[in-house]
Structure formats: C-alpha cells, structure tokens
C-alpha cells in the first residue's frame, strides 16, 4: 500500500477541535469522573517530522517512519489518539489506535466514522484503553458532530470498541514488535 503524506484535517476533526472536552478525576475510585473524557483535540495534524520523532521516541526504533500516523489528539499526560493508515482510501476511512504515555497502545475505532461515535457515547481513547471503559455518558454537542459528520449511523462505545479490536485483535503485539 502507499502512503501519501495528506496532512489535510479532515472537517470532522476540525469540528472536534472546537469542543471543550471537560477533564475532572475522581481520586476515590482512581478514573475519570462519568462524563469525562481526557481528550485534547488539535487544530491540524502533526507534520511529518514531530510525528516521526514521536513514533522513534515512543518506540526507541531510530529508524522508524512516521508516515502510517497522523496524530490528532491527545490527553493530558501525553497520549495521543492517533489515525494508522493501514488500508486504502481516505483518511477518514483508516482505524484511529491510541498510544498512552505509559506504554499503553490499543486499536479503538474501525475508522473516524466510528471514533466519532465513540466519542458521542462518553469515552474517550485514553478512557478506553488504559481503562477499560466501554461505555460513558452520552454528550449531546458531540452527538451532533457524529450525526453530521459521520457516514454509519449511531453505535455505541460498546460497539465501536468491540469492532476495533475484532479487527486488530494484535494491534498491541505488533507496536511492541517495533520496540527497542
């Protein structure tokens, strides 16, 4: 497959962008409080070179390209919710994966149709893979930015995470296959 360098941000992402994503922790129970999603959306992708930066430091491999990653997001200890391009047609149409700060990678949409979704239903990336969660409280303005800009219709967190990983079910095996 080739990879283009389209670094043109999708509308919907733009769309997120203009979102306040409120962020409050619950001390007690240790994760984000119901309705919160850790998620700091970008206004443009990464250029090619921080994003082959970041991939060579996250993984340690210095001979690492960052040309199948579009970073669009992250959260505030510096995980970033990432498009992988690994299949053909646009970028939408590629699966959105999420590496932590930590260490801590995991497929979490089939494709930006369906992250968008996710969203809508109350989970964030970093809620989903570093802890679990599958299912939120829904958000209204983000529904919107689904129902306007995705092309599937609803699905819910459950759903679109479950579709994530029955498609790359060795997503984390393979990223840490590229590890040093």
């Given at each position: 497959m080739e990879i283009t360098d389209d670094r043109v941000f999708p509308a919907?992402?733009?769309?997120?962008?203009?979102?306040?994503?409120?962020?409050?922790?619950?001390?007690?129970a240790d994760e984000p409080s119901p309705g919160n999603m850790d998620y700091e959306p970008y206004q443009e992708f990464d250029s090619a070179e921080e994003t082959t930066d970041w991939i060579r430091s996250w993984?340690?491999?210095?001979e690492l390209d960052g040309g199948a990653f579009r970073p669009f997001?992250?959260?505030?200890?510096?995980?970033?919710?990432?498009?992988?391009l690994v299949r053909?047609?646009?970028?939408?149409?590629q699966p959105v994966v999420f590496f932590g700060s930590e260490g801590e990678v995991g497929p979490v949409a089939t494709s930006l149709d369906e992250f968008l979704w996710l969203l809508a239903g109350g989970v964030g990336p970093q809620e989903a893979v570093e802890f679990g969660s599958d299912s939120g409280v829904p958000n209204d303005e983000l529904r919107a930015v689904a129902e306007k800009y995705s092309g599937v219709g609803p699905r819910t967190p459950a759903e679109v995470l479950a579709a994530a990983r029955a498609e790359f079910p060795d997503f984390a095996e393979e990223v840490q296959s590229w590890c040093r």
């Amino acid at each position: 497959m080739e990879i283009t360098d389209d670094r043109v941000f999708p509308a919907a992402l733009a769309a997120l962008s203009g979102i306040d994503f409120p962020w409050e922790y619950d001390e007690k129970a240790d994760e984000p409080s119901p309705g919160n999603m850790d998620y700091e959306p970008y206004q443009e992708f990464d250029s090619a070179e921080e994003t082959t930066d970041w991939i060579r430091s996250w993984t340690g491999d210095k001979e690492l390209d960052g040309g199948a990653f579009r970073p669009f997001g992250q959260d505030g200890t510096g995980g970033l919710a990432v498009l992988w391009l690994v299949r053909e047609g646009p970028l939408t149409a590629q699966p959105v994966v999420f590496f932590g700060s930590e260490g801590e990678v995991g497929p979490v949409a089939t494709s930006l149709d369906e992250f968008l979704w996710l969203l809508a239903g109350g989970v964030g990336p970093q809620e989903a893979v570093e802890f679990g969660s599958d299912s939120g409280v829904p958000n209204d303005e983000l529904r919107a930015v689904a129902e306007k800009y995705s092309g599937v219709g609803p699905r819910t967190p459950a759903e679109v995470l479950a579709a994530a990983r029955a498609e790359f079910p060795d997503f984390a095996e393979e990223v840490q296959s590229w590890c040093r």
